[in-house]
């Protein structure tokens, strides 16, 4: 999942105690393992922007691809269009009325580790996502919930924490939180923003996320 320049992957599970895994938790790995999902696949998604610099949530919508060559592609439909590719360490960003811009991972370290971790939920790779994360689970029944805390001061410059929630083997949304205190949701295999609580409140999204 690409959110423009940053990777846009889920909900608070009624009142779990959330469990720090060490490095070999197997509770972590069942669960990583449940995620994983082989290439070639398409996924519906509704993204809301939280900031302190606008007046209201900035909501889109589109679907995220993971293709048979490994790309991560994120196309936004809703309202306007827009491409965004990852192959390799490269990345490329089409719109509508405008040229491809294009720009490599090594500009980016602190991207790097956001696209690479979507890429390892992906694929269920925990090697990969401990790489860049602090990695926390916790599990009740089929609802879980995963806590990513970035490693290294340049992506915790930009990044306080990713969250995953979800329940049984699906990932309900990736909260995006960053240091600032602006956050972006992603809600995974949804796509009518009216199925989303309307206005979407940073809370009452949340909320859902975790009863989706």
Not at 7 to 13: C, E, I, N, R
Not at 61 to 74: F, I, T, Y
């Amino acid at each position: 999942m690409i959110s423009g320049t940053r990777t846009s992957l889920v909900a608070a599970l009624l009142t779990i105690t959330t469990t720090f895994a060490s490095a070999a938790d197997p509770g972590t790995d069942a669960l990583l393992g449940r995620l994983a999902r082989p290439a070639p696949e398409t996924t519906p998604f509704v993204e809301v922007r939280y900031s302190a610099l606008l007046t209201e949530p900035l909501v889109v919508a589109g679907e995220l691809e993971h293709r048979d060559d490994g790309a991560l592609v994120r196309r936004v439909l809703e309202p306007y269009r827009e491409t965004t590719t990852l192959l390799g360490e490269n990345v490329t960003v089409e719109r509508d009325g405008s040229r491809p811009r294009r720009f490599s991972l090594d500009r980016a370290p602190e991207l790097r580790g956001i696209l690479n971790s979507f890429g390892a939920i992906l694929k269920g790779d925990r090697a990969t996502l401990e790489q860049h994360f602090e990695i926390a689970s916790s599990e009740s029944e089929n609802a879980w919930r995963i806590d990513l805390v970035p490693r290294g001061d340049k992506l915790r410059a930009r990044l306080a924490r990713v969250r995953v929630d979800g329940h049984a083997d699906r990932a309900n949304c990736m909260t995006m939180e960053e240091p600032d205190g602006d956050a972006t949701i992603m809600a995974i295999g949804v796509s009518d923003r009216g199925t989303l609580p309307l206005p979407p409140e940073r809370e009452q999204l949340q909320s859902w996320c975790v009863q989706a």
